[in-house]
Structures are given as structure tokens and as C-alpha cells.
């Protein structure tokens, strides 16, 4: 067996994971329709500078918000129709949607949701929101045996 | 010559093609083959002829890909058979895509990709970048989709009003990629119209014109999503205000009502009033009330419950919305604006709330949030509705 000395092992996709329900309360939990209307404009300006600051150093691969509504579904048995339910209960984690980046290292993957997690809420002080932070199966590489 | 006017020859090149004998689903992959060339080999020099030029290169591309087919017989008869490039009637052609692309059978989504494919020119790239799909993804909804109408005969009459629905479809895709799908999507209605005499295809190239003519004032430079009564008239496209106008006044002439020219009637008051509170909402009611009789939709009830609110006052909106089922899309959202309106703070700030859950896209799940924000600021300092 050969292994090639590559950093295969940290450099590559991670998934940012922001969570409805389901994360560790955050510092800074108000609802966003409770802020101030320009505190509002402000978290949103930060999200989207954020992302082009990630493009600009080719880091972003895409992000995607999802609606706050779902249904669990599940094959019904043949010649059945799907069996549904929902909606999610209250008590379920529910996710907010992702932000997916290609960085170097591991370390640079916590700063970037670090940064994320800093975005300003309620008052103008960051809402140290948790991040779930997962890593990708990279392809194999050509050169491991 | 620019992009735009080589895509205008597109269809009346795969008619030339499906007449001497291709049929349609070649005869597109041929032209678009030719378009590929054309873009590399007119760099420097149009020929005089464009449209010679593609009709002989796309020939010869189906011609090689006959050549690779295993049908060697049918090779031979269309070899035997090559005709003369008549001048026969390219208007009829194009005329005959719109309706092949938009046919019945077509879902809505394959009958908008292949629109833009093969009456627009696109390139399955350019399409899927709009519909922010992978491209191999896109390149099978039109495979498919041409499979679906593979048996439609080309000179069959279509119906108009799937064609200007579909063309409705590709131009709310607005514009999220490079290419500007809404722009495509009045480039074709105004194609179709210049071939078609029909007025509901005036009445959608008219609200086409004067949506299009709000577009730069509708999003702000941070993309936040700025509502009509607090857009910036003065970037509101005049000339496109004019000329939508225009064909919509020719069209209403005809006295042939249909719910295109209807919406287009709602647009155009919204774009003669100088300012928000100079809106003819009287106008407007009379013109819901005529698309609740052409539609019967509850949407255009809802939209009409906004009108009223604003004609006769919040409380008789209300009254309006009343009798709707509260699960309709937005039905949060103007609920919300009503009670505002009315004075009712609590009851708005909670609609809104509502609302922004069941957005359907980010910029209006951030706008109906920063209104319920709006709001809840006003009831946290206190502010008394009626004072202001």
C-alpha cells in the first residue's frame, strides 16, 4: 500500500448547516421580526457580503435557504401512494438551509463559520447562532493505492 | 451581427429544414449545431446572406448526422430528394414552432425550455444557467420533451392561449443567470405578435412592457425588494410605459376582452399615476371585477381585495378578503397590509410574521420580515396609529 502525501484529508467541501430548530440556543436569540427594521437590513448586508468576500477568494460553492415547511414521506408499499407527516413535529430539528465552501484546511472551515456565526442580530450585536460544520466525502485520489 | 438578431433566424431556419424533410427534433439539434459555427465563423465577416448561410450549414450538419445513422435508406431518399431552398412563407414556420414548443401535451416546464431552445435560439447552457439546473439535466427535459411533440404534425393550427402562457412562464422566470429571461421572454412576444394577429398576444407583450419598465426601480441596490407605492417613479422606463400603452389601447379597441389585456389594463394605471396615492384604484376595482368574471381565479380575488381596500377603504377590504380561503399564497401577506391600513398594528405584525414563513422566495420572505419588524418597533415604542 501506498499512500500519497496529500492534504486530502482536511482540504476540500464543507457543508455550513444553519438549523430553525434543533441547534444550541444561540447568545443573541430574538426573532428577527422583533429587531429593529435597519437591524434587519444589517444581518441580511452582512450574509451577502460575506458570500461575495467568499467568492473573491474562491471559496464559495453555493448556498440555498430552505421554507420552514416540510413533511416527512415514506414508501407505502406497493401500489400504495407514499405515506405523509407531518408537518415536522415542534420538536424536531429543522434546518434553515446551508452555505457549501471549498477551503484548504479544516481550520479555515471553523473560521468561515465562525464569521457566519458572528452575524449581527438584535441590538447590532452578533447572534453567535451554532453552526453545525460537515465535511464531504472527497473523491478518491489518483494516487492512493 | 449581434447574438439577437442571428437567434431571430433560428425558427424560420428549422422550418426551412423540417419542410425539405427533417424532422423537428434533427432539424433543432442541426441549427443549433450551425449557431455553434456561425459564432466562430463570423467573428470577423457576416456573411451577406445569413440566413442562406445557416440554412445550408444546418443542412449539411443533418445531413451528416443522418450519414451516422443507421438508417441508410432514409439517408439516400432525403439526398435524392434535396429540394430547393423556396422562399415559402419562413413567417408561417416560425409561427408553426411557437406552436409545436407550447403544445398541449408539454408540461409547462418542458414547454418553456424548449421555447427558448427552439424558437429562442438558446443554448441548453444559457437555459439551464436560467433555471438554475445542471445542464445535463436541462439537455434531458428537452430531449424529452421533443420526443413528446415528435409526433405532432408541424402544420397543425395551435392554440394561442397555451402559446402566451407559456411565454407568461418564461418571462416571471425573471432573471437569475446571464441570460436575461425576461428580456428573451419579450423578444419572443414581440416576435410572435409582429406574426400573429391576435389581441391577447397585444394584451401580454403590453403587461410584458410595463412590468419590464418598473423592473429598475422594483429592487433596491442592496436587492432588497422595494413594493410599488414606494418605488422611485423616476426610474420607471417611460418609453416602454408608451409603447405598452399603446398596443394595449389598440388591442382594447378590438373590444375582444381577455385576461392579458385586462392585466395589462391594471398595469397601465399603475403606470399613468404620477404618485403612489394618485392611483386610479377606482379603475383598477372595475378591471379586477372583469378578470373575476374572465378567470374566476382566487388569486385575482385577492389582488382585488387589495384594490378595494384602497378604493373603498381597509375595512372593506377586509370584508372582501373574508370570503377566501386563508390558505392562498400571499393571502398572509395582504391580510397583513389590510389591517395596517385599518389600524389594527397587532393583527398586521402577526400577518406578516405568517407571511414571511410562507414566502415563496428569499427577497419576499426578507421584505415581509422587515414589515413585520416595521411594525412590531412601532408597538414596542408605543406609537399611536391614529397620529400619524
Avoid at chain 1, 424536531?92 to 464569521?115: F, H, N, P, Q, S
Avoid at chain 2, 451516422?68 to 419562413?90: I, K, Q, Y
Avoid at chain 2, 413567417?91 to 414548443?101: A, G, N, P, S
Wanted: glycine share 8%.
Amino acid at each position: 500500500m501506498w499512500v500519497a502525501i496529500t492534504e486530502e484529508n482536511i482540504m476540500g467541501k464543507y457543508l455550513l448547516l444553519k438549523h430553525y430548530r434543533g441547534a444550541p440556543a444561540s447568545v443573541n436569540d430574538i426573532p428577527m421580526d422583533q429587531w429593529e427594521p435597519d437591524e434587519v437590513t444589517a444581518h441580511l448586508q452582512y450574509m451577502r457580503d460575506l458570500a461575495s468576500r467568499l467568492e473573491e477568494t474562491g471559496e464559495f460553492v453555493s448556498s440555498q435557504a430552505l421554507a420552514p415547511t416540510g413533511t416527512w414521506v415514506q414508501f407505502g408499499g406497493d401500489g400504495q401512494p407514499p405515506v405523509t407527516d407531518g408537518p415536522f413535529a415542534e420538536t424536531k430539528d429543522l434546518i434553515a438551509g446551508w452555505m457549501i465552501i471549498d477551503v484548504d484546511t479544516y481550520d479555515r472551515a471553523v473560521e468561515v463559520a465562525g464569521e457566519l456565526s458572528a452575524a449581527p442580530g438584535a441590538g447590532g450585536r452578533p447572534i453567535h447562532e451554532w453552526l453545525e460544520l460537515r465535511p464531504f466525502y472527497g473523491v478518491q485520489a489518483s494516487a492512493t493505492e | 451581427m449581434n447574438d439577437a438578431l442571428l437567434r431571430e433566424l433560428v425558427p424560420s431556419v428549422i422550418g426551412v429544414l423540417v419542410r425539405r424533410g427533417a424532422d423537428f427534433a434533427a432539424a433543432e439539434d442541426a441549427v443549433q449545431e450551425a449557431l455553434v459555427e456561425a459564432v466562430r465563423a463570423w467573428r470577423d465577416d457576416t456573411p451577406r446572406d445569413p440566413k442562406g448561410w445557416l440554412v445550408t450549414v444546418a443542412w449539411r450538419k443533418f445531413l451528416d448526422a443522418v450519414r451516422a445513422d443507421s438508417s441508410r435508406r432514409r439517408r439516400e431518399e432525403l439526398v435524392d430528394a434535396e429540394p430547393a431552398p423556396g422562399p415559402a412563407g419562413s413567417v408561417d414556420d416560425t409561427l408553426q414552432l411557437y406552436f409545436l414548443c407550447a403544445h398541449p401535451s408539454l408540461s409547462p416546464n418542458a414547454a418553456a425550455a424548449l421555447t427558448l431552445r427552439a424558437v429562442g435560439g438558446l443554448t441548453t447552457r444559457q437555459i439551464a444557467d436560467a433555471y438554475l439546473v445542471p445542464e445535463a439535466t436541462m439537455a434531458q427535459r428537452i430531449s424529452r420533451a421533443k420526443r413528446t411533440v415528435a409526433d405532432v404534425r408541424f402544420d397543425q393550427v395551435g392554440d394561442v392561449g397555451t402559446v402566451v402562457r407559456v411565454l407568461y412562464l418564461v418571462f416571471n422566470e425573471g432573471y437569475s443567470g446571464q441570460v436575461d429571461i425576461a428580456a428573451e421572454a419579450i423578444r419572443l412576444t414581440r416576435q410572435l405578435a409582429a406574426i400573429a394577429d391576435h389581441e391577447e398576444i397585444a394584451g401580454l407583450l403590453a403587461l410584458m412592457l410595463l412590468h419590464h419598465a418598473r423592473r429598475p426601480a422594483r429592487i433596491a441596490g442592496d436587492g432588497r425588494l422595494v413594493p410599488l407605492p414606494e418605488q422611485d417613479r423616476s426610474l420607471w422606463d417611460t418609453g416602454l410605459i408608451a409603447e405598452g400603452v399603446g398596443i394595449l389601447q389598440a388591442a382594447l379597441a378590438r373590444d375582444r376582452l381577455g385576461e392579458f389585456q385586462a392585466q395589462a389594463a391594471i398595469a397601465a394605471l399603475h403606470a399613468d399615476a404620477p404618485s403612489a396615492e394618485e392611483t386610479d384604484w377606482v379603475q383598477i376595482v372595475e378591471w379586477y371585477d372583469e378578470l373575476v368574471r374572465l378567470t374566476d381565479s382566487p388569486v385575482v380575488r385577492l389582488n382585488r381585495a387589495v384594490a378595494i381596500g384602497e378604493a373603498d377603504g381597509a375595512r372593506l377590504g377586509l370584508a372582501a378578503l373574508a370570503d377566501l380561503d386563508d390558505s392562498l399564497p400571499r393571502y398572509d401577506a395582504v391580510a397583513a397590509y389590510l389591517h395596517e391600513r385599518d389600524g389594527d398594528l397587532r393583527a398586521a405584525a402577526r400577518g406578516y410574521v405568517a407571511a414571511a414563513a410562507a414566502a415563496s422566495n428569499l427577497a419576499e420572505r426578507d421584505h415581509l420580515t422587515r414589515q413585520a419588524a416595521r411594525l412590531n418597533a412601532r408597538l414596542r415604542a408605543g406609537t399611536d396609529p391614529a397620529a400619524d
